[in-house]
T-cell receptor, first 112, second 110 residues
């Protein structure tokens, strides 16, 4: 089954404790992206990766890092999480460019 | 800052009627336009994409694009209760980034 998977689905953590949210796709897609979704603000792009060699900042990259060492995986790293990073996070992928993206199931993160 | 604007709603439409959802965007150079549907507690799913001026139809859904007016809309004919969801407009700026509107919550009234 073609899909984007994220883990964990739910995470409660404390300020400053490094965490990683994994994202994997099995569709051989070149483009992958991370979004956060907050009430009233909609989906905002954090980072995107055009392919294994190109990764760049989206609209809200502060406090986040990403890594694209292989085509199928695109983990999101929070080196020192803060309460303002409490949000619903989505990973997405598409064949090429930010078009017609498939979204993962989401990760609900709470930072206390 | 590239902007995509949507009326947040809620928009209530009787079952069987036409639901009309609207979206405006700020960048005249935008090339790609998408409508995603998001059910409560679920992830967004793509329902329509449109790249050139005019209408594009897919089943009960029609996307309309007017680049001169910087306006994209989604029409849902014969609305069903299962169409109740939040509809997200997304606009591609260049070939790298995608910007979403805040979404319009649609409720179909049986």
């Amino acid at each position: 089954e073609a899909q984007v998977t994220q883990n964990p689905r739910y995470l409660i953590t404390v300020t400053g404790k490094k965490l990683t949210v994994t994202c994997s796709q099995n569709m051989n897609h070149e483009y992958m992206s991370w979004y956060r979704q907050d009430p009233g603000l909609g989906l905002r792009q954090i980072y995107y990766s055009m392919n294994v060699e190109v990764t760049d900042k989206g609209d809200v990259p502060e406090g986040y890092k990403v890594s694209r060492k292989e085509k199928r995986n695109f983990p999101l790293i929070l080196e020192s999480p803060s309460p303002n990073q409490t949000s619903l996070y989505f990973c997405a992928s598409s064949l090429a460019g930010p078009h017609e993206q498939y979204f993962g199931p989401g990760t609900r993160l709470t930072v206390t | 800052q590239k902007e995509v604007e949507q009326n947040s709603g809620p928009l209530s439409v009787p079952e069987g009627a036409i639901a009309s959802l609207n979206c405006t965007y700020s960048d005249r150079g935008s090339q790609s336009f998408f409508w995603y549907r998001q059910y409560s507690g679920k992830s967004p799913e793509l329902i329509m994409s449109i790249y050139s001026n005019g209408d594009k139809e897919d089943g009960r859904f029609t996307a309309q694009l007017n680049k001169a007016s910087q306006y994209v809309s989604l029409l849902i004919r014969d609305s069903q209760p299962s169409d109740s969801a939040t509809y997200l407009c997304a606009v591609g700026f260049g070939n790298e980034k995608l910007t979403f509107g805040t979404g319009t919550r649609l409720t179909i009234i049986p």
